[in-house]
């Protein structure tokens, strides 16, 4: 794995793969054409129109899953497959209205595929294996990478901690973003009183507001909102991010 990623290998992947497994596939355009939680359901890459060249790209992603593939690993099998398939380049689409350049295939979509996939699957992996085991670890605390690459958003809430029904993790349990590390580490109460650790509550301070999803269309979208009750900044996940990927009923109760 990446450097970034190398927590994710302590992670027992079964849950993880099988989030990944269920999902159906699903064609679609623009990435926001299936609105958050709806990822969770459905595997689709944004401009794969064909069903070959989809499958393609599902069966590296499982493979990089369950192997324990490298980027470089990932890219080396999959960019050929695609390159074979005509999906890479810039490509002009459209009709006797015009047409337009758009960005199929490249090395930097294939590490957002990559990332995007994994970082997912495993925290929804996570959250189940947290949500059974909160009996003994009930509180939750957010965790950042904590360097230059780290969203100031998400460095503000590093260290936070809610309870794990606290609403908060409905919006913000990770991964908030496109490329995001955060995680989630449960601790127990004898945890927190040892440490002498403060629990939040989101009660009052959660709301909504209306980002931009394309600027092509104008289209606003509602995104999540914490506003912090001391410094009274406002936080939120990336625009198409506020959902808990490993909170949904009908996944949950299959595993």
């Not at 979509?109 to 995007?116: E, F, H, Q």
Request: proline share 5%.
């Amino acid at each position: 794995m990446q450097p970034d990623l190398k927590y994710l290998i302590t992670l027992t992947p079964e849950k993880a793969l099988k989030y990944l497994k269920d999902k159906e596939y699903e064609f679609t355009w623009d990435w926001h054409d299936i609105w958050q939680d709806a990822h969770t359901r459905s595997f689709a890459v944004a401009k794969v129109m064909r069903n070959d060249i989809l499958l393609d790209i599902r069966e590296i992603v499982e493979k990089a899953m369950e192997e324990g593939l490298t980027f470089q690993q990932f890219k080396k099998e999959l960019e050929p497959k695609l390159k074979n398939k005509g999906w890479w380049g810039k490509v002009a689409v459209g009709d006797d209205t015009g047409a337009e350049i758009v960005q199929l295939g490249s090395v930097w979509r294939l590490k957002t595929i990559y990332r995007t996939n994994i970082q997912t699957a495993y925290m929804a992996g996570r959250y189940k294996e947290q949500i059974d085991n909160v009996d003994n670890r009930p509180n939750w605390q957010y965790v950042a990478v904590m360097d230059r690459r780290t969203r100031p958003s998400h460095s503000m809430l590093n260290g936070r901690i809610f309870p794990y029904d606290d609403q908060f993790w409905d919006s913000f349990y990770p991964p908030n973003g496109w490329g995001c590390r955060c995680r989630v580490r449960a601790l127990s109460d004898e945890n927190i009183k040892k440490r002498d650790l403060g629990i939040d509550s989101s009660t009052g301070h959660l709301s909504e507001e209306l980002k931009l999803v394309s600027k092509k269309t104008g289209e606003l979208r509602p995104v999540a909102v914490y506003t912090d009750p001391l410094t009274e900044h406002k936080i939120s996940p990336d625009v198409g991010w506020s959902y808990n990927p490993g909170k949904v009923k009908d996944w949950r109760q299959n595993i």
